[in-house]
């Protein structure tokens, strides 16, 4: 145990973390599209029976592996299909990877070093968001950080048995990873350990990785599930392979294009409040010369530049691409507070109490973000939150720099770490005075008394994810097929191709319902004036019935 906190103290912080971290899983509802989707499809899941073939609205759906659609499906059936059950997964794997950075550090550095690294991934803005909303990228950071881990520790003044053990480990992960989210679950692992190879000349290290042996346990772990899936749908290998994967990567297509130097401020922003000490830590994962053997902190270095290198060069970006590399970020940049110049430390607070005080000041101008489908009035009240939440950072802040000053370095590092928490935490809870605009259980709560199991549900020309979770149920499609224009031409089920065959449909229906942006309903009832009566109506949804 640390020699700078005891264990009953260690126990307490540990505790105190996860009531914070799992405090506002079902706080918030669920909003489009990613957590309806990740969502509604483990429903469909535990509907249907059918665990095999991942579907969205009754479609297939290859877009992802199922391991995560499995676990909320599966806490669906012990919890009940809540927000919830539908976040836990993804918050699981966050609360175990802080846990893993912890354990980390202990075993490469030094028993301070994993409870600072702890400290810091546990706070890291992004890290922090991206662990309490329902998307892949937690778990697949999870996965990915176990395996880059255990293969250190297995390089890491191993002897042979042991490194054995934890390449076995480090295979296994990156199997789940692969489970989780495709290919990436293993490239760049191996383009990490590659990269090392190469700038180091360690070509003894490729004797060491127990090729033949991880490589049968990761194909046992992985290759199931897609052979069978393979062999239920012909046409998921090549959707799932090549378009999912390099056509992702190399295209366009997805509509996700940003700059080459997009995730620089996307690392600056989402490494909030450890800015500071953040470029003196590489600098020094880079230059630290080691003893002998395998260079711990540079391999961990490279890990993170190959993530962030990938994703960069990739065509389809998003914000959350690069949390992979975050836990082994937060323990370099641990590892270095630990023997920091208290100057660090004082810039480090004194920086996160101005941010805080930034904040809290500016909360008022959030009201310009405003838009026809984002009303003022919500906005509004989301002001208070941002200001407690700057509040929040602020006084953290001052109380970390007191205690730096002080020379109290390991307090000063923990409760800089639970200003941080508290900071996005906030910023989370107060998002749900947004949530009329961006998630659908509001409209369908208006009218779920007047829903019955057999009316059939259209959604013309949009796509809300969120919606089919709280309806419960799939619905029919028209005009638009969002993300499942393939999945449409294997199977056109109901589908509708237009506005006309909807209205065709409508007359012939004795009871629906169906929902429309706000901006279409009048245009639709304009060319095609059916009976239609509004029945609820929020700030981008209406939805109408059938008198």
Same mark, same amino acid.
């Given at each position: 145990m640390s020699s700078t906190i005891s264990?009953?103290?260690?126990?307490?912080?540990?505790?105190?973390?996860?009531?914070?971290?799992?405090? +506002?899983?079902?706080?918030? /509802?669920?909003?489009?599209?990613?957590?309806?989707? %990740?969502?509604?499809?483990?429903?469909?899941?535990?509907?249907?029976?059918?665990?095999?073939?991942?579907? &969205? +609205?009754?479609?297939?759906?290859?877009?992802?592996?199922?391991?995560?659609?499995?676990?909320?499906?599966?806490?669906?059936?012990?919890?009940?299909?809540?927000?919830?059950?539908?976040?836990?997964?993804?918050?699981?794997?966050?609360?175990?990877?802080?846990?893993l950075v912890f354990w980390a550090g202990k075993r490469l550095f030094t028993p301070p070093a994993g409870l600072c690294g702890a400290a810091v991934a546990a706070s890291c803005a992004l890290y922090v968001v991206v662990g309490h909303m329902l998307t892949l990228d937690m778990a697949l950071t999870f996965f990915m950080s176990a395996s880059v881990f255990a293969f250190a520790v297995a390089q890491h003044d191993s002897g042979e048995s042991e490194r054995r053990r934890w390449m076995l480990v480090a295979w296994a992960a990156a199997a789940?990873?692969?489970?989780?989210?495709?290919?990436?679950?293993? !490239?760049?692992?191996?383009?990490?350990?590659?990269? %090392?190879?190469?700038?180091?000349?360690?070509?003894?290290? &490729?004797s060491r990785l127990h090729l033949v042996q991880g490589a049968s346990l990761f194909l046992a772990i992985a290759a199931p599930w897609f052979i069978l899936v393979s062999l239920a749908?012909?046409?998921?290998?090549?959707?799932?392979?090549?378009?999912? /994967?390099?056509?992702?990567?190399?295209?366009?297509? /997805?509509?996700?294009?940003?700059?080459?130097?997009?995730?620089?401020?996307?690392?600056?922003?989402?490494?909030?409040?450890?800015?500071?000490? *953040?470029?003196?830590?590489?600098?020094?994962?880079?230059?630290?010369?080691?003893?002998?053997?395998? /260079?711990?902190?540079?391999? *961990?270095?490279?890990?993170?530049? !190959?993530? *962030?290198?990938?994703?960069?060069?990739? +065509?389809?970006?998003?914000?959350?691409y690069i949390l992979p590399f975050f836990p082994a970020l937060s323990l370099l940049v641990g590892n270095y507070l630990?023997?920091?110049?208290?100057?660090?430390?004082?810039?480090?607070?004194? *920086?996160?109490?101005?941010?805080?005080?930034?904040?809290?000041?500016?909360?008022?101008?959030?009201?310009?973000?405003?838009s026809e489908s984002l009303p003022s009035q919500l906005v509004e009240g989301y002001v208070p939150w941002i200001a407690a939440a700057g509040a929040f950072l602020a006084a953290a802040g001052i109380l970390s720099a007191a205690l730096a000053a002080g020379a109290k370095r390991l307090p000063a590092i923990i409760s800089l770490a639970f200003g941080g928490i508290l900071f996005a935490q906030t910023l989370l809870w107060g998002h749900e005075r947004l949530s009329p605009a961006f998630s659908a259980y509001h409209i369908v709560h208006k009218i779920r008394d007047q829903l019955k199991p057999d009316a059939p549900f259209y959604m013309v020309d949009t796509f809300d994810h969120s919606l089919l979770f709280y309806l419960g149920r799939t619905v029919t499609m028209v005009g638009n097929k969002d993300e499942l224009g393939q999945s449409i031409g294997w199977e056109p089920r109901t589908f509708l191709p237009d506005t006309a065959a909807f209205a065709r449909a409508w007359q012939a229906d004795r009871e629906a319902f169906a929902m429309f942006s706000v901006n279409d309903l009048d245009g639709f009832l304009k060319a095609h004036p059916v009976a239609m009566q509004i029945v609820a109506r929020d700030p981008r949804r209406v939805i109408v019935r059938k008198p």
């Amino acid at each position: 145990m640390s020699s700078t906190i005891s264990r009953g103290r260690l126990w307490i912080l540990l505790a105190v973390f996860a009531a914070g971290w799992f405090c +506002n899983l079902g706080y918030r /509802h669920l909003i489009k599209p990613d957590e309806g989707r %990740y969502a509604e499809i483990p429903r469909e899941m535990v509907a249907s029976g059918d665990w095999l073939t991942p579907r &969205l +609205n009754g479609y297939k759906y290859f877009e992802k592996p199922a391991l995560q659609y499995w676990m909320t499906a599966a806490a669906f059936t012990a919890f009940g299909q809540n927000e919830w059950a539908a976040r836990l997964w993804p918050a699981l794997t966050g609360f175990l990877g802080v846990l893993l950075v912890f354990w980390a550090g202990k075993r490469l550095f030094t028993p301070p070093a994993g409870l600072c690294g702890a400290a810091v991934a546990a706070s890291c803005a992004l890290y922090v968001v991206v662990g309490h909303m329902l998307t892949l990228d937690m778990a697949l950071t999870f996965f990915m950080s176990a395996s880059v881990f255990a293969f250190a520790v297995a390089q890491h003044d191993s002897g042979e048995s042991e490194r054995r053990r934890w390449m076995l480990v480090a295979w296994a992960a990156a199997a789940l990873a692969v489970m989780t989210k495709g290919l990436v679950g293993i !490239v760049l692992p191996a383009g990490a350990v590659a990269a %090392y190879v190469l700038l180091h000349r360690d070509w003894r290290l &490729l004797s060491r990785l127990h090729l033949v042996q991880g490589a049968s346990l990761f194909l046992a772990i992985a290759a199931p599930w897609f052979i069978l899936v393979s062999l239920a749908n012909p046409e998921f290998f090549r959707f799932f392979f090549i378009h999912e /994967h390099f056509e992702r990567f190399l295209t366009r297509e /997805h509509d996700r294009y940003q700059p080459f130097w997009y995730f620089i401020p996307v690392l600056l922003l989402g490494v909030l409040p450890w800015i500071v000490g *953040l470029f003196p830590a590489l600098r020094l994962a880079w230059t630290r010369s080691a003893a002998a053997g395998f /260079h711990t902190q540079r391999f *961990l270095l490279l890990w993170c530049a !190959v993530v *962030l290198a990938f994703f960069s060069a990739s +065509n389809s970006k998003l914000v959350s691409y690069i949390l992979p590399f975050f836990p082994a970020l937060s323990l370099l940049v641990g590892n270095y507070l630990c023997s920091a110049p208290r100057r660090v430390l004082l810039a480090q607070a004194v *920086l996160a109490s101005l941010l805080g005080i930034a904040v809290a000041l500016a909360s008022p101008q959030a009201v310009r973000f405003a838009s026809e489908s984002l009303p003022s009035q919500l906005v509004e009240g989301y002001v208070p939150w941002i200001a407690a939440a700057g509040a929040f950072l602020a006084a953290a802040g001052i109380l970390s720099a007191a205690l730096a000053a002080g020379a109290k370095r390991l307090p000063a590092i923990i409760s800089l770490a639970f200003g941080g928490i508290l900071f996005a935490q906030t910023l989370l809870w107060g998002h749900e005075r947004l949530s009329p605009a961006f998630s659908a259980y509001h409209i369908v709560h208006k009218i779920r008394d007047q829903l019955k199991p057999d009316a059939p549900f259209y959604m013309v020309d949009t796509f809300d994810h969120s919606l089919l979770f709280y309806l419960g149920r799939t619905v029919t499609m028209v005009g638009n097929k969002d993300e499942l224009g393939q999945s449409i031409g294997w199977e056109p089920r109901t589908f509708l191709p237009d506005t006309a065959a909807f209205a065709r449909a409508w007359q012939a229906d004795r009871e629906a319902f169906a929902m429309f942006s706000v901006n279409d309903l009048d245009g639709f009832l304009k060319a095609h004036p059916v009976a239609m009566q509004i029945v609820a109506r929020d700030p981008r949804r209406v939805i109408v019935r059938k008198p």
